[in-house]
């Protein structure tokens, strides 16, 4: 996303920075502590993500008198508001969220230490009315950290991260009360697509976003991006990569053929079409492979009306895409819709940062404007 170039460029370069074997085996007894430290930090986010206001769960691992630390905690705390007033709009309820960690580098330096971190995390919820069965999803971020330790204990000086949870909790869309409807997956039903029979390859293409979805929770191959693509991540962000490797990998994907302007070399890269927002946008909606069905807010998408009982974003289906336009008409990010949740949310995958099965709209304010993007079968 575009927002977020400069953050993911500062966010890369440490995480390229250092190097470190990453097994139990070859810690150092000081290693060990930063990653006792480390397991501890995120449980604690997790669990704090989902109380009541109970900040002395994460404040021990903070600073009050360093301002870099105060912002680390700052961020978890809008975090937590936004995704409690998001779920009270959507009348949803989370009951339950876990982190599992990875620390690909650790390098010390006397009192401080500094960690890249990539976090997969679990989020279950479940809608107050009416009583549904849990929903999960996951996340996955990739967090550059400088330790210090204080007093014979560690703390975080300083945080960077793309965080998809991080948006105002004051500027979340209102919701349709008839949307969603589950009756979304019998409509599905008796619309779906024979597999195999159309030039989209539908169904690899959904595949093909839940097996490569990354560092989320939930994600196939290891939680690792398909190695043979270049990961854009430091480049301004890899979402769009992604979307074109879900509808045009030929192997694994939906497998639509590419054209002179929208191409990858496997071993140099993609095209500008290829891997850019707006000239993917364009190149869409002028090569016959899609139809746009609406653009449109958050309340525009999901307005229930006779002709569109599930809201217009009804009309997607599985493997297609969902572009998000923060301001003008540019696009800055891509999701591809894998399904919808058993209450009949959509749901997307994406990279930067990485998303499985999450709400499409978790993360975006209402000033957001979506482009619903059908693929042709």
């Known amino acids: 996303m575009k927002l977020f170039i400069t953050m993911i460029t500062m966010i890369c370069f440490a995480l390229n920075t250092y190097s470190f074997a990453g097994a139990s085996n070859a810690y150092t ?33 903070y600073l009050p008198t360093e301002t870099l630390s105060r912002h680390a905690l700052r961020q978890e705390e809008m975090r937590k508001q936004y995704i409690h007033a998001w779920a009270a709009q959507r009348k949803i309820q989370f009951v339950r969220a876990e982190s599992h960690i990875r ?25 107050m009315e009416p009583i549904s069965i849990n929903q999960s999803f996951g996340v996955g971020t990739r967090h550059a950290l400088i330790l210090i330790k204080k007093d014979g204990k560690w703390h975080v ?29 019998e409509h599905l039903k008796s619309t779906s697509i024979a597999k195999g029979k159309s030039k ?12 490569y979805a990354g560092a989320a929770w939930g994600a196939g191959n290891d939680k690792r ?34 054209t002179a302007n929208w191409q990858y070399w496997f071993n140099s890269g993609g095209s500008h079409t290829w891997v850019q927002t707006d000239r993917f946008s364009r190149f869409l909606q002028n090569s016959g492979y899609v139809r746009v069905i609406a653009k449109g807010t958050f309340e525009e998408i999901t307005k229930v009306s006779k002709d569109h009982p599930y809201g217009v974003i009804g ?33 997307v995958n994406s990279h930067t940062a990485d998303r499985h ?16 993007i059908h693929i042709r079968d």
């Open 29 to 61: 007894e000081a290693e060990l502590e930063v990653v006792h430290f480390l397991q501890e930090l995120f449980d604690a986010r997790s669990q704090y993500l989902l109380s009541k206001d109970e900040k002395e769960i994460l404040n021990p691992y």
């Open 225 to 258: 991006y398909n190695k043979k693509y270049v990961d854009y991540t430091s480049k301004g962000g890899d979402c769009t990569n992604f979307a074109s490797q879900v509808i045009g990998d030929p192997k694994e994907g939906g497998g639509l053929q590419m």
């Open 157 to 185: 000086l300083k945080e960077w991260y793309s965080d998809p949870l991080n948006e105002n909790p004051k500027l979340i869309s209102k919701m349709d009360e008839n949307f969603p409807n589950p009756s979304i997956h």
């Open 200 to 211: 989209y390859r539908r169904d690899r293409a959904v595949a093909y976003a839940n097996k």
């Open 357 to 372: 099965r999450v709400p499409f709209d978790l993360g975006w304010d209402q000033h957001t404007r979506y482009l619903l």
């Open 103 to 127: 620390i690909p580098r650790i390098r010390m330096e006397g009192d401080r230490a500094r960690v890249s971190v990539v976090q997969s995390q679990k989020l279950d919820y479940t809608y």
């Open 315 to 347: 009309q997607l289906k599985p493997g297609d895409l969902i572009a998000y336009i923060l301001h003008g008409n540019d696009v800055d990010h891509f999701g591809v819709l894998v399904g919808f949740d058993d209450y009949g949310y959509p749901l």
